[in-house]
């Protein structure tokens, strides 16, 4: 009697789980890839992939906006976007203070970083994540190749993340 509860316990509590996985994957409005980070995990954002022509398979947050980093920043250490332009390029922000290192489908590792004003932020190979206030919709991607001036002024030109981790190479989406 008692293996037999405790095996309808952890059988309850396996299917709790997987509906709460399913749940998170599982959204009517968003017909983007699956989530490799389950929503489920405390001060983790959800990251999926999604397909967009002209572009490839790209990293999106659980609302399917794109993500981006740019050239300028390759470490924590050379974080510049801060001020009006972390307001325009809002940074990808985490509560936790490790990740996991490796997602599914996706090219490369993720740490947390600590940006200037001592937010966390998620980072992809170094790079500080970011998600672009001009994408108004799943699948845009206004921010590719787009040039812009870091919050010191600096020259930074901004690419969409792709799951593979190459470069993004096609113009932005016409706004």
């Known amino acids: 009697m008692r293996s037999t509860r405790s095996t309808l316990q952890a059988l309850g509590a396996t299917a709790a789980v997987l509906a709460l996985l399913v749940a998170g994957c599982d959204s009517p409005s968003d ?6 980070a389950a929503p489920s995990t405390p001060g983790v954002p ?4 999604r397909q967009v022509a002209g572009v490839g ?17 390759t470490s924590a ?3 510049v976007c801060t001020g009006e332009c972390a307001e325009e390029w809002p ?3 985490v509560t936790a203070s490790t990740v996991p290192a490796t997602l599914p489908g996706i090219k490369g590792r993720f740490t947390v970083v600590t940006r200037p004003d001592h937010k966390r932020q998620l980072a992809r190979n170094g790079r500080p994540l970011y998600t672009f206030d001009e994408d108004h919709a799943p699948g845009q991607v206004h ?19 792709t799951a593979s981790g190459a470069v993004a190479t096609s113009s932005p989406s016409p706004r």
């Open 31 to 36: 017909t983007s890839g699956e989530p490799v």
């Open 46 to 49: 959800t990251i999926k992939t």
């Open 57 to 73: 398979t790209i990293l999106v947050d659980s609302r399917g906006m794109a993500l981006y980093t740019n050239d300028h920043e």
């Open 77 to 79: 250490a050379r974080i």
């Open 91 to 93: 940074p990808v922000t």
């Open 143 to 161: 921010g590719n190749n787009f040039v812009d001036h870091g919050g010191h002024g600096e020259r930074l030109v901004w690419h969409v993340a």
